[in-house]
């Protein structure tokens, strides 16, 4: 089966070679994967047509999935285990070629142009692989890449105007946050940012003394939007970084209902005083 996602699998590598420092992977290797690929657009194609329920899939239904899918590959890649994420990047890569059969079908585009256009957008993203532009840092990447989308025919007079409304806040705050840096809008020092926190702290513990719910929660929003470019400077990812932290939160309340339940109790009725021995109890075993 010829398509245009087998050409790019093999086309891509001979043109990589040429810059990268690594070996390039082997022809049979290469042809491994352009046949699963070529295997995977079948089988799609067969269960749109055979099976009833990926028949009454549309764009609408599988944004669920989709989304669920990502957050599932989101968790994989937080656990650091191989076989979790092989799982999981393939449910997402179902998702992903049946939305482009959907597509094939109302006559818009077929999988093939999916990858010729991220082929030819990779390639004209990466001048200093494939061209002559020298980069010596990532920094130097993503700063020439920015320049470049600004001089676009098409590019927005709003700098922030291409982050996706759809975004996680927490997501939206890092990224437009990054984004402002990358043009030169940032704290000079981490401390200052730090010196904002407890600003906003300070800002929200008037409002609470106040009365005034409305500026609470103007103030805890920027409380939150403090942390976050802290979070940017120190080169974490925020929402990764909250949902490591929702993993140890729930792992250890779990612990605490498991400790309520041995002492033959329901956790909402234990004290506050057995709750937070139990609490110290499990971030130790932790």
Not at 71 to 98: C, I, N, W
Request: charged share 35%; proline share 5%; with cysteine.
């Amino acid at each position: 089966m010829s398509s245009s996602v087998t050409e790019c699998v093999i086309l891509a590598a001979p043109v990589a070679a040429a810059h990268a420092p690594e070996k390039a992977d082997p022809p049979d290797k290469m042809a491994a994967v352009s046949e699963a690929l070529d295997s995977l657009v079948e089988l799609v194609a067969r269960l749109r047509r055979d099976c009833p329920w990926d028949r009454e899939q549309t764009f609408e239904t599988l944004k669920t999935y989709l989304l669920e899918e990502t957050y599932e590959t989101l968790e994989a890649v937080d656990q650091g285990a191989p076989e979790p994420l092989e799982g999981e990047l393939g449910d997402l890569l179902f998702q992903v070629f049946l939305l482009a059969r959907l597509a094939e079908e109302k006559g818009w585009f077929a999988i093939d142009d999916v990858a010729d256009r991220i082929h030819a957008k990779m390639v004209e993203r990466h001048p200093h692989v494939f061209g002559d532009t020298p980069a010596g840092s990532a920094d130097e990447v993503k700063n020439a890449w920015e320049r470049r989308k600004r001089r676009q025919p098409d590019a927005s007079e709003d700098p922030l105007g291409t982050l996706p409304v759809s975004l996680p806040a927490l997501s939206t705050a890092y990224r437009q946050t990054l984004r402002a840096a990358d043009l030169g809008f940032d704290w000079e020092r981490d401390a200052d940012v730090a010196a904002k926190i407890e600003e906003e702290l300070d800002e929200w513990r008037r409002s609470a003394a106040e009365g005034d719910a409305a500026a609470e929660a103007h103030e805890i929003g920027d409380l939150l939007l403090s942390v976050v470019n802290l979070a940017r400077r120190r080169r974490i990812d925020p929402e990764s970084a909250l949902r490591q932290a929702n993993r140890r939160f729930r792992g250890r309340f779990a612990e605490v209902a498991r400790r309520a339940r041995e002492a033959g109790k329901d956790v909402s009725e234990v004290g506050m005083a057995e709750l937070d021995r139990y609490w110290e109890e499990a971030k130790r075993k932790a």
